[in-house]
């Protein structure tokens, strides 16, 4: 069975913090994602990597950055929280177009 | 317009019923195409993947028209276990994803 852990599950933070989500899979995936997801909203993009050391930008990267500087290891920094960074955040990896999702991590930013 | 749209719901229907949910999706190219459940509090799982001749999975059924851009899940004989949240996928030239909204379903006793 494909695992995908994530740091957390809950996590409270305040304004201005640098928070560090991580996210491991022990499937060997290439690709790894983070999402957030928002009521409404669904689920959007924040980056995403195809390789160790590679990122690309999704759709809503603004305040976020990632670091993947291992396979099975891939980190969400918001460099400085702010409140409308309270979401849940979603970690997934895949090698073929099924995504596997971690448990996910709720953030509030207070 | 979003890229891919659902109808929030909640679709609340008695077991047993037979319900339908329809996605819409704006890019004409987009080549692949999902279903994923999603439970209260827990992370969407893969449910089954969309083919252009449609495909069957037990009381699962998923079609796609290309002609109107919507892929539809239709669910037979609801069962309480049912209940949640329905996401469809959209893959895009590129292999980009795109998550709809979700369709949440109830199924009451």
């Known amino acids: 069975d494909v695992k995908v852990t994530q740091s957390s599950r809950y996590l409270v933070k305040r304004t201005g913090e640098k928070v560090f989500l991580e996210c491991v899979q022990d499937m060997d995936h290439e690709n790894m994602f983070w999402y957030r997801q928002d009521p409404g909203l669904g689920l959007r993009l924040i980056y995403f990597s195809y390789d160790v050391k590679m990122k690309e930008k999704g759709d809503i990267p603004e305040g976020y950055s990632v670091s993947r500087e291992k396979k099975e290891r891939f980190s969400l920094i918001l460099e400085s929280a702010s409140t409308n960074q309270t979401s849940m955040y979603l970690c997934?990896?895949?090698?073929?177009?099924?995504?596997?999702f971690g448990p996910g991590t709720r953030l509030t930013v207070t | 317009r979003k890229e891919v749209e659902q109808d929030p719901g909640p679709f609340n229907v008695p077991e047993g019923a037979t319900v339908a949910f329809n996605c819409t999706y704006s890019?004409?190219?987009?080549?692949?195409f999902f279903w994923y459940r999603q439970d209260c509090r827990k992370e969407p799982k893969l449910l089954m993947s969309v083919y252009s001749s449609g495909n069957e999975d037990g009381r699962f059924t998923a079609q796609l028209n290309r002609a109107s851009q919507y892929i539809s899940l239709l669910i037979r004989d609801s069962k309480l276990s049912d209940s949640a949240t329905y996401l469809c996928?959209?893959?895009?030239?590129?292999?980009?994803?795109?998550f709809g909204g979700g369709t949440r379903l109830m199924v009451k006793p």
């Open positions: 996928v959209v893959i895009s030239a590129g292999n980009m994803l795109t």
């Open positions: 997934a990896s895949t090698d073929t177009y099924e995504q596997y």
């Open positions: 890019n004409s190219a987009s080549q692949s």
